[in-house]
């Protein structure tokens, strides 16, 4: 009896319970039609019901714990990662199924319910596949491709996947939750881009690790073993951006922040991703770092948030940024297109800037150019859709905020735009439409109680001014004496400090300067005049007219350390004068002028040697300042300008007394925003330490135009120029009518150090005065002070070392000169002219181009 009880519960079990007593098993790479699958029913394979040849990738339905929405997927087997996803929008249960049968897959809720399915073939599914690359394939008979996975891009990318133009990857909303979010990489015509919202905010051709190949159209984008690219219709690479070493698997998702990240496996014992790769890399670029209306600024390795001016944290529940004012209301995109109709409400604009920017601003174009502020909010009050508007004052462009909002940032660069944020002033609920005659009068006796209050104090502080005016005038004899012997006293104990050069009268330089006519300088910190003292000693007298001139106490002790700086390749500091408000230095006169006139004035052509001798001292000087004087100093303007010559051409660095100070007692790095553009190191724009690697990188600017006998940065005329060649008196040809553009030598000379054709980037003035050789070391030396890390910069104790051949020559690491190759690209497509022009014109369009931020267009690391 027994036996036929277990044998009768056992058939039932088998007959009418099968999914509940057994647990689905693994099938390998294939799986024929009138298969179904559901968590339950694989629950002891986590859901997994397919893998690929070798197990590296499975199929799966599952959940992200602590989630309850199960999804089918693709997951890579030994990281657990989630490559593709089928249903992200219509989550599935535990109990619900798939379905593979010869007209397709389809999900399915206990209901019947379609969640997901393929769509419709013209011929019959033989098999369902999973290849090692993670693709998911629906074949017919003949092993024709009917349907894969990978035309189907989810959030991620793997290796071996190729996306073409017009597919995208969506974001998911969280990680728990793989419905598609509001972020999106678009690959398009050009390039590939982040948007959130239909907005630009990253390109990958402008990130620092990503080098332009050519400019041909992109036809997809593909990611292997050593690197993600955009290839043209013929395989040509247009974009790269190329990692380190080779992986067996790697993949590129967009976060549910915005952040489009590569990572590879853990190879460390901390068993953590990692990341090879990531745009943007600040988070302050993300387009809701902060939230929305929330102000993002810069910190290494994140961003610190707050609220913009007027607008302050709610203490009610949520963190958003909402005006401080309480009679002021954010519009939405609704509330807007009624232009202030709504009910008692009316249009009014918070304003905050200068030196506050938007993510998008630098990705757009503007909606007008040339337009006044007045006609520029106009346009956002009469648009439906404007929340708030940019408008920058040289340009007259007028940027629209459009639908949404986004974080705000501190902006790194130099920007005159203004900002303004859309507001609703009263409303239906405001408490000042429904204030009876009762209420008036309590307002208006408490304004009144506030003016009595306010006016008694200032009447009391008339009567003591009076009062103190009249004693006044019975002691102004003896205020004057003490006031005398106190200034004397001040004097005396400044001019104890030792050290100090001589000391001039204000008179004494306006006598030597004939009033200060002769002015053969002009520099970041004020002019500089020729003078002739009493004592027919020809000296220079800059005369300092920069806003943050210190008190004299602090100004004695500075020029003390400067005047009893001696060294051969220094400008000598004699004499100063610290009188009122005037700030003047009595310097050596070079006679020669400025490295920037003889090198690129209309006089002789410095010669090889000449130059050698230049840059070699330069070199010297600026060794000297970083690690032998008594103080560290960094010079923090290293420029021809600042490089004087002699008769012999002896070489003098200038200015340097000027910077801040660093003592070796105290920190190695500070982070005062100093230079001139086109001569910043890109630390500058960031919130990185600053330390004597920034005259380092400068003087590799230098050491370029020492070899090229141009600015980096001019408008050459040219007819046609071969991608990456050299502009004027090279390889391109000059011509009547022909087309200027703006050429970055800095890229090329990167470029022509790839190919191993340095003597191309000797001045052409030569005239073969110059070996490939020589030309070699001083653009190898150049390219190893421009690394965008600034480890990777030499010192200029090495640099010096290098140049004189007692040192082995580095090898400029090109990774970390990409970003030349971005300044480059961004040079030529921007800022393209027809015409004539002159000399100025030419200059002053360097100077607003000659340095472009890391966040226009990478964001530095």
């Not at 007219?545 to 009893?564: A, L």
């Amino acid at each position: 009896m027994g036996c036929f009880l277990f044998s009768l519960s056992f058939f039932i079990c088998c007959v009418f319970l099968p999914s509940f007593t057994f647990s689905g098993s693994f099938s390998t790479h294939s799986i024929s039609p009138n298969f179904t699958a559901s968590h339950f029913q694989f629950h002891d394979t986590r859901g997994a019901f397919l893998r690929s040849q070798n197990g590296t990738f499975k199929a799966t339905i599952d959940a992200s714990p602590p989630s309850s929405k199960y999804y089918f997927s693709i997951v890579h087997s030994a990281t657990k990662t989630i490559n593709w996803s089928a249903n992200r929008d219509r989550p599935m249960s535990s109990f619900d199924k798939l379905s593979l049968t010869v007209n397709g897959v389809t999900v399915t809720n206990q209901t019947g319910q379609t969640l997901w399915s393929t769509p419709q073939f013209n011929s019959d599914i033989s098999a369902m596949q999973l290849s090692e690359t993670g693709n998911l394939v629906l074949v017919d008979a003949g092993n024709n491709t009917l349907w894969e996975s990978f035309d189907h891009p989810t959030d991620t990318i793997v290796m071996g996947q190729r996306i073409p133009i017009g597919k995208s990857l969506q974001s998911a909303v969280i990680d728990e939750d793989m419905s598609v979010g509001d972020y999106q990489l678009e690959v398009t015509d050009r390039d590939v881009v982040l948007q959130w919202n239909k907005m630009n905010y990253w390109e990958s051709s402008m990130d620092p690790e990503a080098v332009r190949n050519s400019n041909k159209a992109v036809s997809l984008m593909v990611m292997n073993g050593t690197g993600l690219y955009l290839l043209a219709s013929d395989n040509s690479t247009v974009v790269e951006v190329a990692l380190n070493g080779l992986s067996s698997f790697r993949s590129g998702k967009l976060g549910p922040n915005g952040r489009f990240s590569i990572v590879r496996p853990p190879t460390r014992s901390d068993n953590k991703w990692e990341v090879e790769f990531a745009g943007p890399f600040e988070d302050c670029d993300l387009p809701l770092n902060c939230k929305e209306i929330g102000l993002c600024t810069r910190k290494p390795l994140g961003g610190i948030c707050s609220c913009l001016p007027e607008f302050s944290y709610q203490t009610y529940g949520d963190t958003d940024c909402m005006p401080a004012n309480s009679s002021l209301s954010l519009p939405s995109a609704c509330t807007a297109a009624r232009n202030g109709s709504q009910l008692n409400s009316s249009i009014s604009y918070i304003k905050f800037g200068p030196g506050m920017d938007y993510f998008a601003n630098n990705f757009g174009e503007p909606v007008k150019n040339n337009i006044t502020l007045s006609v520029c909010k106009d346009l956002c009050s009469q648009s439906g859709s404007c929340l708030g508007f940019f408008h920058e004052i040289s340009s007259g462009s007028c940027y629209l905020l459009e639908n949404h909002l986004g974080s705000f940032m501190l902006a790194d660069n130099s920007t005159d735009r203004l900002g303004y944020i859309k507001v609703l002033v009263g409303s239906s609920h405001s408490i000042g439409s429904n204030i009876n005659k009762k209420q008036k009068f309590s307002v208006a006796g408490l304004v009144l109680l506030n003016l009595t209050v306010f006016l008694i104090p200032i009447v009391f502080v008339i009567i003591a001014i009076l009062w103190l005016r009249k004693k006044r005038l019975s002691r102004t004899k003896t205020v004057k004496l003490g006031q005398s012997n106190s200034l004397l006293s001040a004097e005396l104990e400044m001019i104890s400090i030792p050290g100090l050069p001589r000391r001039f009268d204000y008179e004494e330089f306006a006598a030597a300067t004939e009033n200060f006519k002769n002015k053969i300088g002009h520099g970041g910190f004020g002019s500089v005049y020729k003078g002739i003292l009493t004592d027919q000693t020809i000296v220079a007298v800059k005369k300092i007219t920069s806003s943050g001139v210190q008190g004299k106490k602090e100004f004695y002790s500075e020029i003390s350390i400067i005047g009893n700086i001696r060294h051969v390749n220094l400008v000598r500091l004699t004499g100063f004068c610290a009188q009122g408000n005037q700030r003047l230095l009595v310097l050596e006169y070079m006679n020669r002028g400025s490295l920037d006139s003889a090198l690129f004035g209309d006089g002789p052509v410095l010669q090889w040697g000449e130059r050698v001798e230049i840059a070699l001292g330069t070199a010297r000087g600026l060794a000297y300042l970083h690690s032998e004087c008594e103080q560290r100093i960094i010079h923090c303007d290293v420029k021809p300008e600042n490089i004087l010559l002699h008769d012999n051409l002896q070489v003098k660095i200038s200015d340097f007394g000027i910077s801040k100070l660093i003592s070796r007692e105290q920190s190695t790095f500070f982070t005062t925003m100093r230079g001139t553009r086109g001569y910043l190191a890109p630390e500058w724009m960031t919130s990185s330490a600053i330390s004597n690697k920034v005259d380092v990188y400068s003087y590799g600017m230098v050491l370029l135009e020492i070899v090229r006998g141009r600015r980096n940065c001019t408008l050459q005329r040219y007819s046609h120029i071969a991608e990456n060649d050299i502009e004027g008196n090279g390889v391109s040809s000059y011509s009547s009518g022909s087309e200027l553009r703006l050429i970055y030598f800095p890229r090329i000379a990167l470029d022509m150090h790839v190919r191993r054709r340095y003597l191309e980037l000797a001045d052409p003035r030569l005239e073969g005065g110059v070996s490939s050789e020589e030309n070699e070391k001083l653009v190898r030396i150049a390219l190893c002070c421009l690394h965008q890390d600034p480890a990777l910069r030499p010192t200029m104790a090495n640099v010096v070392g290098m140049l004189e051949g007692g040192l082995a020559l580095s090898e400029p690491r090109v990774k970390s000169l990409n970003f030349l190759r971005a300044y480059g690209q961004r040079f030529t497509e921007t800022t393209t002219m027809q015409g004539p022009t002159s000399n100025g014109a030419a200059i002053a369009t360097c100077n607003s181009l000659s340095y472009i931020s890391s966040q226009q267009l990478s964001g530095p690391r």
